[in-house]
């Protein structure tokens, strides 16, 4: 297939940026996104042409490295998917596709394509973690969790911090990750001791990045590639009222 | 209860503020819809109702706690719309989403502002005037201006915009929204925005429109 390209070109965290057209051609339609933009990074290069720099590591879907907002969808058309597991099969010959970056306050640009995410880290680093003595290893079935709490426990540790909630959100607001964080702890025991603690933290955290106010669009919902669901959003709200209420 | 000071300069407790005083005003609203409906009951009914309501020595003091919800609900919403903004300072060049917004939530600020408008003329007609014969005929006569009773059931359009996504979007941003839970609760704002709006516009409709030459 053939497409036509306006990718966003930006030399550097200050440099103004712009959409430039690139024409592809005999794109196969097994390949992913990612290889479709490795496909013209290559044509760029035998030009002797800056090729154009983006995320990307696993492609697989499990890193959360790749980003980018692909005809204003984060992470493209598609559902439950992250732009490297994202196949040219779902795009028609002919097409003209608009590639941009993740655009927030909290995520600034570094080159084309690729901003500076290191904002989560800083979130996680406020309290995305249990404290555990070292020792010997606790008997694994020691501590009862029920199966309906373990599940969804698991399905908040899903998300794998990409920020496109961040990146599909009107107001640019992190409270789908920092939501999916603060669950998978708060819903299981180990995470009951740092409980008010973390989720006090991490808003902190949250909120000196520069994020947005959550508006409960649910932009964040459709556009996770791990379907983390904004029933987080509620319980960061009411974990964080509480850890209000009580802590000392 | 240490950390209130961070409660009320954080993003969730600002979030929480607003939709309580959005919650609040509801009930006001409620309330509110339901003394306006006896004016359908007729002229005596209704200035009975409103003579005892002015008669209440507590009103002042709940008008002035409505004035402040009111004022709380604005002034904090706006902040957080403007810092909204400022959190994306580069816009998308297309920005096409995956159908997760409204109606209801994309106008949230427009049909707040409407509604805005709003308020200041309808406290300036029907609150802070003289109506020395009778407040029935009072409403009655400014339903007579078509301009303003237009006015009025586009406001109250807004209203019901406003609500729709205001009503569940309160009960999220205060914890609850279980996915089972959260379609009854969807429902319930859809069909409680609706009534009120409705149930508002009708006056203005039956006043303006109908009643013609029932005074
Ligand atoms: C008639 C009375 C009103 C009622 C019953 C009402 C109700 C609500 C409710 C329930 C919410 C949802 C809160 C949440 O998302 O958690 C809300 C949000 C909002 N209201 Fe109102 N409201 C009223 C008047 C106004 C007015 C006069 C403005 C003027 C600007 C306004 C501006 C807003 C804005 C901008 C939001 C969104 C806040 C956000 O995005 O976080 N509202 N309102
Ligand atoms: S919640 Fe979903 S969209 Fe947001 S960072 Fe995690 S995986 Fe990505
Ligand atoms: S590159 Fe790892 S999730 Fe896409």
Known sequence: ?248 | MRCLGDFFSSSIGRKISVAAAGLLLCCFLITHLAGNLLLLAGEGTFNHYAEVLEANPLLPAAEIGLALIFLLHIMVSLKLKYENRRARPVPYVVQKGKGGRSWGSRAMLVSGLLLLAFLVIHVKTFRFTEHRESLYRHVFDAFQNKVYTLFYVAAMIGLGLHLSHGFQSALRTFGVGHSRAMSAIKRTGLILSAAIAAGFALLPLWFGFMAGGAR
């Open chain 1, 1 to 248: 297939m053939n497409l036509t390209l306006r990718i966003w070109r930006q030399n550097g965290p200050t440099a103004q940026g712009r959409l430039v057209e690139y024409r592809v051609e005999d794109i196969s339609p097994d390949i992913s996104f990612l290889e479709m933009l490795d496909v013209l990074n290559e044509n760029l290069a035998k030009k002797g042409e800056q090729s154009v720099a983006f995320d990307s590591d696993c492609r697989e879907g499990i890193c959360g490295m790749c980003s980018l907002v692909i005809n204003g969808q984060a992470h493209g058309p598609e559902r439950a998917t992250a732009t490297c597991q994202l196949h040219m099969r779902k795009f028609k010959d002919g097409d003209i596709i608009t590639v941009e970056p993740f655009r927030a306050k909290a995520f600034p640009s570094v080159k084309d394509l690729v901003v500076d995410r290191s904002a989560f880290d800083r979130v996680l680093a406020a309290g995305g973690f249990i404290s555990v003595n070292t020792g010997n290893a606790v008997d694994g079935n020691a501590v009862l969790i029920s199966k309906d709490r373990a599940e969804r426990a698991m399905d908040a540790a899903a998300c794998i911090g990409c920020g496109a909630c961040v990146a599909a959100c009107p107001n640019a607001s992190a409270m789908l990750f920092v939501s999916a964080k603060v669950s998978q702890y708060s819903l299981l025991p180990q995470g009951q001791p740092e409980r008010e603690k973390r989720v006090l933290a991490m808003r902190k955290a949250m909120d000196a990045e520069g994020f947005g106010n959550c508006s409960n669009e649910t932009e964040c919902e459709a556009a996770c590639p791990k379907e983390i669901k904004m029933s987080n959003i509620a319980r960061l709200n009411r974990e964080y009222l509480r850890a209000t209420l009580l802590s000392e």
